[in-house]
């Protein structure tokens, strides 16, 4: 997706990429446990991680610069982005989560006091 800061439109995409350009070239990791309590700070950080996508040498403070003084419209667009942002990837995990609490398949043979064996009458 496209979001307009700075005066112009930029690629906004919180993805792995976004994620791995912000720990090896920014320094800042984030850990998938910081997705279950995302303070209101975090919107201004995950905002500039989204838009590392296109410009892997952006910094935080450059976004933060844009952010200054910025139309209520704007902000809602912004903040519209990093929550679609961070519930697209948070769902990456959902799936995982819930294959993990489903019971096993059973295997088709029987276990306990039934037996699998036909009946053979005699």
């Known amino acids: 997706m496209t979001i307009n800061i700075g005066g112009k439109e930029r690629e906004f995409a919180l993805d792995f990429a976004a994620f791995r ?6 320094g800042t990791r984030i850990e998938l446990s910081d997705f279950s309590s995302i303070g209101l700070g975090d919107f201004a950080k995950y905002l500039w991680i989204g838009l590392l996508a296109s410009d ?20 809602k667009a912004w903040f519209d982005a990093v929550m679609e942002g961070v519930g697209t990837f948070g769902s990456l995990f959902e799936d995982e989560e819930k294959d993990e609490k489903k019971p096993a398949p059973e295997s088709g043979h029987s276990i306990g006091v039934k037996s699998s064996l036909p009946l053979t009458g005699s």
Do not use: F, I, N
Request: no cysteine; hydrophobic share 30%; glycine share 4%.
């Open 21 to 26: 350009v912000a720990e090896r070239r920014h």
């Open 56 to 75: 892997h040498d952006m910094s935080e403070d450059q976004v933060l610069k844009w952010m200054s003084g910025a139309s209520k419209r704007e902000q």
